[in-house]
């Protein structure tokens, strides 16, 4: 090792680590960093002028190790970790710099994997992956600090290159610098305050001229949430906490805006919207009104000084959060805070104005507000009661010999519960560790409160909460609301600080020597609940507790634990897929085959619909006696009732399967599952291929021979494969490798009906349109599209798929004339705005969409299949192609060029679309030959009789009822 013209050692990196009061947690931390692979590393331990034994740890480790740990103590505390960390860089010697935490720990492997890439790339900064573990859990819980941006090595030559690095990864301790780098740009940290990092790091991302990431743990950061002494981050209700936040912004703002760093600014405004603000709301219903009043006083001039569009790029009710504390609107904030907290609870009555729906009335007149607190896309318009999660606001709480009186005001948004519903509803008490028992108790009273619905309600809890003691401390009050027999659950939300208070004499069955009450308190999420304890005796009962824990915690308590861990174990094994799939193969496949035994599955078990309901329903009308079993994934709602329901993967879905004689379904069944010789496999499939598919896709071209094989056993399953024309032939069946003698040329059961409807419509001159119109609300004047697109990967949030076209815009120019179904891929959902109510339609909750396709007068797709079975009702069909480029040539490539082949126009964009819909009588006529050629290659064998040709060749030797 080198000298340095002092005579010191020089050492590759220097780590240093600060304490203050820690002395238990210090040496674990110490510990990390001298057991570090890398050697050439020394410790710098700087005490904060701890009132404990700290320091004389510290100075016990540096006399054990003089050449590679010395110690430091500041004369006085300095309020933060900032001093410390500063007299430590001044000590340093290593070429490198780390900080670490007394109460933290490196990874083993840290200092060398950190100086292997500032070495290799000549880095200043060189950061790595944080894991934080949680303490206080059993398993120490691990997550790990936004792994994105450690998913892979990465090399920045200016932070703007990632501006999420910059904004997200804010930590000090997951970075080596290099040494001359800090001395050169006199990086330090601000002294005596909180979010110390947040400033240094983002000075020392700034001066940097390169940085590297990489995919290694590199700290360990242990979290105590239920410790004695709480850290920064739990202790977010301190006002001086929010100051410090605040003015540590400011700062960073300023050195933004020096360097004109626009790009950046606006992704942190982004990020404290979403993140920052966000820590500090959650805890506002729990402050009084003068901290509410000071904490808005603090924000607000903060929040004026955010980039407007910041509040597009976060979730919509951060935004409303902000801009309500912005207006100092504390009536609409602290509900919205409420739903902040409980993402699905709608907290606000809502208002709807022109054909939008509105977090409140409030504020409307401004733009930007009316902008923000448009919470249309949030689709709450759409829901009925019961799937509502809706706000319960506790406004009464009285005690009195053991009965609590207890009142509130539930929110009805948008007058979901109706005036004149009947209302009925129940309190509900559970333990929430131990769901063991539920009390009940009935509500006295409800009605209707403006846009509330309120109630009142009395709690014998004395007479008839029953708690066992000690394994449910904790219970949960909900309220459960009947609307016209529908019901829905609601939590109480403590509205206001102290509300709640008193005790309450309880027996619990097992002992009352630990608790013989219960008091009220409140979750962090703000609900209301009640927790055993004890009034009386209290020394005497904490040394029966402490006896109560200590033969919990000794050799019967720990027999006894282990025997129902044992019990979790083995339930959780026995419920386990591949548990299943041993009973499967060992059992279930041991057992005869059922002879008209027949299991019917259609999208995965999510829908009763497509081939299988056609082919099931032709069984029906021919009066064959057979045994049908239907599998549903979800809810059984819409499935039939004349046929067994299972539930996919469960036991007796499962038993079905391996007894069955037949096998109907239009995807796939568990891939793992095998099927019995004596069972007959009908795959009916989903539609014709324009994407390419299976062994042609190129992702599966580059798997692995063995993955390879395994598909293909799993497509070897099927004994009859449906095909509705040669098209399929060359394409599906050549990518699932198909023998020739699996494929059954009769067509597609479910098109049937559009083949009878079009034979219909020719025989009698005119189009019938059925109950299905009159069931949705169309008017007779007007005529039908339906927009059906296929299904994209990269769509909106949770699911959401984003209309490619103003649908307020067609509404407005085309609903005189006509109504548009939109139905959405079963894989997503659409949210439409009130202001097309009956214009527009979603008809996604549709599962047969056959009656859709039948009732519509013209067809708007892309690339689904739904193409290949609209055209055999020879109506105009537009094709809205408007990422043509990215679909075809960056996703898996197709079988033809839609462009040259679509049986109608193809066109790009929302002007296009409107255009060519204005002259759909047009693109009707002149479009039939190419319709005509479409159905003759691609529908040659969709003759209307698939379901009684298969139920003919498979199931006509059955009896008939």
Request: aromatic share 10%; with cysteine; glycine share 6%.
């Amino acid at each position: 090792m080198a000298l340095i013209e002092d005579d010191h050692p020089e050492f590759d990196v220097s780590v240093v680590v600060i304490v203050y009061n820690d002395e238990a947690r210090l040496p674990a931390a110490l510990r990390s960093v001298l057991d570090q692979t890398l050697r050439g590393v020394e410790i710098v331990i700087v005490d904060d002028c701890s009132t404990d034994g700290s320091y004389d740890v510290a100075r016990r480790l540096a006399a054990e190790h003089p050449e590679r740990v010395r110690a430091f103590r500041l004369p006085e505390n300095s309020g933060g970790a900032g001093e410390p960390r500063n007299v430590g860089i001044g000590h340093t010697r290593g070429r490198h710099v780390m900080f670490l935490d007394s109460d933290d720990v490196l990874e083993r492997n840290a200092c060398r994997n950190l100086l292997e890439a500032a070495e290799r790339d000549g880095s200043d900064i060189v950061s790595g992956l944080c894991v934080r573990l949680d303490q206080d859990t059993r398993n120490k819980k691990r997550d790990a600090w936004y792994p994105w941006l450690y998913a892979r090595t990465q090399v920045l030559d200016s932070v703007t290159e990632l501006p999420d690095l910059f904004v997200w990864d804010t930590l000090s301790t997951n970075k080596m610098y290099r040494r001359d780098f800090l001395m050169e740009n006199q990086l330090r940290f601000p002294k005596g305050m909180f979010y110390e990092d947040l400033i240094f790091v983002a000075e020392a991302y700034l001066a940097a001229e390169r940085i590297t990431l990489i995919p290694n743990q590199v700290y360990f950061w242990h979290v105590y949430e239920n410790g004695a002494a709480k850290s920064v981050t739990n202790r977010r209700h301190e006002m001086a906490n929010f100051v410090h936040r605040m003015e540590i912004h400011r700062r960073i703002d300023v050195l933004l805006a020096e360097r004109g760093l626009h790009e950046l600014k606006l992704a942190k405004d982004i990020k404290f919207l979403k993140h920052d603000l966000v820590l500090h709301l959650r805890d506002l219903p729990f402050r009084n009104a003068s901290y509410r009043q000071e904490f808005a006083g603090i924000a607000r001039g903060y929040l004026d000084s955010l980039a407007p569009e910041a509040y597009d790029e976060v979730q919509p009710i951060q935004a409303v959060c902000a801009y309500l504390l912005r207006e100092d609107d504390w009536e609409n904030l602290l509900p919205a805070v409420d739903t902040l907290t409980n993402r699905d609870k709608i907290s606000a009555p809502l208002v709807e104005r022109d054909g939008h729906v509105y977090w409140c009335a409030e504020h409307l007149d401004d733009p930007f507000g009316r902008h923000v607190l448009d919470v249309t896309d949030l689709g709450y318009h759409t829901r009925t009661v019961d799937r509502m999660f809706l706000r319960n606001a506790l406004t009464g709480y009285e005690e009195r010999g053991g009965t609590v009186r207890l009142s509130g005001r539930v929110t009805n948004p948008l007058g979901v519960i109706p005036e004149g519903a009947r209302l009925t509803g129940e309190l509900e008490f559970s333990a929430r560790r131990r769901s063991l028992q539920r009390f009940r108790f009935p509500v006295s009273a409800l009605w209707h409160e403006g846009a509330y619905v309120a109630w009142e309600a009395e709690a014998d809890l004395a007479g008839k909460l029953r708690p066992l003691g000690i394994v449910d401390e904790v219970w949960d009050v909900r309220l459960r609301l009947d609307v016209d027999g529908v019901r829905t659950t609601t939590r109480l939300t403590a509205s206001e600080p102290d509300l709640a208070q008193g005790l309450l004499l309880v027996r619990p069955r097992l002992t009352r020597m630990v608790a013989d009450h219960v008091e009220p308190e409140v979750s962090q999420r703000g609900h209301l609940a009640f927790r055993l304890v004890t009034r009386d005796r209290v020394e005497d009962k904490d040394r029966v507790r402490e006896l109560v824990v200590r033969g919990v915690q000794g050799t019967p308590g720990r027999l006894a634990k282990s025997g129902v861990r044992r019990a979790r174990k083995l339930r959780k094994k026995v419920t386990s897929a591949e548990t299943k799939l041993r009973v499967y193969d060992e059992v279930f496949s041991r057992l005869p085959v059922k002879k008209g035994l027949v299991v019917f599955e259609s999208q995965l078990g999510k829908q009763y619909s497509d081939s299988p309901k056609a082919i099931y329903e032709e069984l029906r009308r021919q009066g064959l006696e057979f045994e049908p079993v239907w599998s549903y994934a979800g809810s059984p709602e819409g499935f039939p009732t004349d046929a067994t329901l299972v539930r996919r993967w469960s036991l007796p879905y499962l038993k079905a399967l391996a007894r069955a004689e037949f096998w109907v379904d239009n995807q796939s069944y568990p891939l793992k599952l095998t099927k019995r010789p004596e069972t007959t496999y009908l795959q009916t499939w989903h539609g014709s291929a324009l994407k390419r598919m299976g062994f042609d896709e190129p992702a599966w071209k580059l798997r692995s021979k063995a993955r390879q094989d395994e598909q293909q056993r799993v497509l070897d399953r099927f004994d009859r494969f449906l095909i509705r024309s040669e098209h399929d032939v060359r394409t599906l069946a050549k990518a699932f490798r198909l023998k020739e003698k699996t494929l059954l040329r009769v067509g597609y059961p479910r098109n049937d009906a559009l083949v009878h409807a079009r034979e219909r419509e020719l025989a009698e001159g005119r189009r019938v349109r059925g109950p299905l119109a009159a069931e949705l609300g169309i008017p007779e004047d007007r005529q039908v599209l339906l927009y059906a697109p296929t299904f994209r990967k990269h769509g909106g949030r949770n699911g959401r798929f984003e209309l490619p076209f103003d649908v307020e815009r067609f509404a407005e120019h085309f609903g005189d004339r006509y109504v548009l179904l939109v139905r959405s891929h079963y894989l997503t959902h659409v949210v439409l705005p009130p202001s097309v109510r009956g214009r527009v339609i979603d008809v996604s909750a549709h599962h047969d969409v056959n009656p859709l396709m039948e009732l519509a007068d013209g067809l708007v797709t892309d690339y689904s299949s739904v193409m290949f079975d609209y055209a055999l009702l020879d109506r105009p069909m537009l094709f809205f192609a408007y990422d043509y480029e990215e679909y075809v040539h960056e996703g898996r490539g197709t079988y033809f060029d839609l462009l040259e082949r679509a049986p109608g126009p193809v066109v790009r964009g929302e002007d296009e679309l409107f255009a060519a819909l204005e002259s759909l009588p047009e693109q009707s006529v002149k479009y039939a030959p190419e319709r005509e050629r479409f159905v003759a290659e691609f529908g040659e064998y969709d003759k209307g009789t698939a379901a009684r040709s298969i139920v003919e060749q498979f199931f006509s030797h059955w009896s008939r009822g």
